[in-house]
Structures are given as C-alpha cells and as structure tokens.
T-cell receptor, first 116, second 114 residues
C-alpha cells in the first residue's frame, strides 16, 4: 500500500481564491509527522508546513494551513488567497516513527496552476 | 539564510561511468539524506546518514551507491557504474535532528546517463 496518496494530479484555482490539496496517508505508527513541500518549475523543494500526529491544533504558516483529520488519515493543505507564484508542484510527505525513523515518504504530487 | 548547496547542477555521463554528486549541508545540521526524482515521478528516499554512518537506506540504494562525508562540510553520493535508469534529479537534504525536524533540500543535481 502507498504510504502517501495524492489523488489530484492537477488543480486549477483562480487568483485570490482558496484551494485545498488532498493528501491521505497510511501508517500504523502512533508517532509520525506530515510535511508539505512546494516544488516550483526551477526544481528546488521548499518546505511549507508540518503537522505532528500528536498536535491537537491544525498547523498554520501564513497563507498555508493543514487540515489534519487523524481518524480519516488525511492531511490536506489549504492555500488561502492564491497568488500567481503559488503555481508549482506540491508534495505531501510523511515521516514515521518520529523517535527513530528518518525516511520521508512522498506522494506523487499535485500540480497547481493559479489562473489570473 | 543558510541553505543546502549541491554541485554540479547538471551532470551528463556515459553508461558505466562513475559519478560523484556533491552536497554541502547546512552547517549545524546532523542528519543528511539523498533522494532522487525520476522525471515526472515522485521523490524517492535513497539513504540517510548520521554520526558518520548510514542510518537508513531504501531498496533503491544497492551496492552501486555509496555515501561519504569526506570532511566536515561535504556529503557525497557516488554511483559506481551508472545505468540509463539512474537518470534523475538527485536531491540532498539535511536536518537539525530527526523526528519533527523538517528536512531542508538542496536545489538538486540533474543526472543524465547516455
């Protein structure tokens, strides 16, 4: 089974609108972390936001927020007030066994296009 | 702001040749990683390195691959005898710690094997 599933290969959003990028995960660990990265066309991977499995509040970082639903094993990224510069690939990632594991598992990504 | 750097940005090599990809992690970071991304596909974990030894590796990281921290700053990935299917973007990453710490990625090295 895939550790991270991103079911939206491509998304479009109007500038200034909000958009939700879906991510579901699969783990039997109690302690894990969920991360979102942005990959612009230039190729670098930019960290956006982190949610720990024990965090009770949804993580927020500026215009980014993470809608964490633990029972559903989902960690959707919400981008508010989309900007043209948000056009990029977005990857959801998970690190299991936070005390011992180092490996990140990445999803296949969602390509977001912001339309002016 | 400190960043992870990688050289070269693009490497072209012939099948069967050895390549060394270089990375300079963020200076106070203790954990180092290599990932690869075949064009249009997801990012895949190769190996993590801590305290001068491999702490975790994936099934992709076979005997053709090796990593080294030859001095206090560089972190290298060597592919001994490249194959066509090794063509990919290779990302180096580092983190201050394990667990909840995010990994900071370098800009990547695009490896093309002909």
């Amino acid at each position: 089974a895939q550790k991270i599933t991103q079911t939206q290969p491509g998304m479009f959003v109007q500038e200034k609108e909000a958009v939700t990028l879906d991510c579901t995960y699969d783990t039997s660990d109690q302690s894990y972390g969920l991360f979102w990265y942005k990959q612009p066309s230039s190729g670098e991977m930019i960290f956006l936001i982190y949610q720990g499995s024990y965090d009770e509040q949804n993580a927020t970082e500026g215009r980014y927020s993470l809608n964490f639903q633990k029972a559903r094993k989902s960690a959707n990224l919400v981008i508010s007030a989309s900007q043209l510069g948000d056009s990029a690939m977005y990857f959801c990632a998970m690190r299991e066994s936070l005390n011992t594991g180092n490996q990140f598992y990445f999803g296949t990504g969602t390509s977001l296009t912001v339309i002016p | 702001e400190p960043e992870v750097t990688q050289t070269p940005s693009h490497q072209v090599t012939q099948m069967g040749q050895e390549v060394i990809l270089r990375c300079v992690p963020i200076s106070n970071h203790l954990y180092f990683y290599w990932y690869r991304q075949i064009l249009g596909q997801k990012v895949e974990f190769l190996v993590s390195f801590y305290n001068n030894e491999i702490s975790e590796k994936s099934e992709i990281f076979d005997d053709q691959f090796s990593v080294e921290r030859p001095d206090g700053s560089n972190f290298t990935l060597k592919i001994r005898s490249t194959k066509l299917e090794d063509s990919a973007m290779y990302f180096c990453a580092s983190s201050e710690g394990a667990g909840t710490y995010e990994q900071y990625f370098g800009p990547g090295t695009r490896l093309t094997v002909t």
